[in-house]
T-cell receptor, first 113, second 114 residues
Framework: NAGVTQTPKFRILKIGQSMTLQCTQD?????MYWYRQDPGMGLKLIYY???????DKGEVPNGYNVSRSTTEDFPLRLELAAPSQTSVYFC????????????FGNGTRLTVT | KQEVTQIPAALSVPEGENLVLNCSFT??????LQWFRQDPGKGLTSLLL?????REQTSGRLNASLDKSSGRSTLYIAASQPGDSATYLC?????????????FGKGNQVVVIP
């Protein structure tokens, strides 16, 4: 049981480049989330999805896009990378049940220079 | 907006002592509160989830309590071990922030000294 898998683990981007952070889960979870974690700032929600074809903005969506074409996959797209997007990105998923916890991937460490 | 606070940001305890970590939140209309552990360079691992109708949850040496009226939760780790060194994060799912979303505290970084 792989859980939540994120790729790549590390990436360095130049300003203005684009990339997609991949996230896939094999637990048949309805809900999926993207967070960013900056030192001393806690986790901030970027986007989330309650099911295939449904996405919604979180606290800090600017500069990012998402899609959810399948239950398993929830990629995060950075179109024009900026230094402010240097962060660690975490994908998470859960069942559509408030009594069930979130499961996290191991993160993608992104540096924009 | 739901605010979640964890103080202190960092603490050290000698091995064998009981650990007490506090979490406070501003809006008492919550669905659940979750405690996570994060090791350096890793993702978050769920430790305990307390639903709004519950007062506490226990798993092994871990016990978490919830007092909605005062907006507080406490995580107790009995007889701490060096392997308990990690960052512990509290997160709240509530009405104000959206019923499918968690608001996170910044975490307590714990070092257990052998």
């Amino acid at each position: 049981n792989a859980g939540v898998t994120q790729t790549p683990k590390f990436r360095i981007l130049k300003i203005g480049q684009s990339m997609t952070l991949q996230c896939t889960q094999d637990m048949n979870h309805n809900y999926m989330y993207w967070y960013r974690q900056d030192p001393g700032m806690g986790l901030k929600l970027i986007y989330y999805s309650v099911g295939a074809g449904i996405t919604d903005k979180g606290e800090v969506p600017n500069g990012y896009n998402v899609s959810r074409s399948t239950t398993e996959d929830f990629p995060l797209r950075l179109e024009l990378a900026a230094p402010s997007q240097t962060s660690v990105y975490f994908c998470a998923s859960s069942y559509a049940d408030r009594g069930r916890p979130l499961h996290f991937g191991n993160g993608t460490r992104l540096t924009v220079t | 907006k739901q605010e979640v606070t964890q103080i202190p940001a960092a603490l050290s305890v000698p091995e064998g002592e009981n650990l007490v970590l506090n979490c406070s939140f501003t809006d008492s209309a919550i669905y659940n509160l979750q405690w996570f552990r994060q090791d350096p360079g890793k993702g978050l691992t769920s430790l305990l989830l307390i639903q709004s109708s519950q007062r506490e949850q226990t798993s092994g040496r871990l016990n978490a309590s919830l007092d909605k009226s005062s907006g507080r939760s406490t995580l107790y780790i009995a007889a701490s071990q060096p392997g308990d060194s990690a960052t512990y994060l509290c997160a709240v799912m509530g009405v104000l922030y959206g019923n499918n979303r968690l608001a996170f505290g910044k975490g307590n970084q714990v070092v257990v000294i052998p």
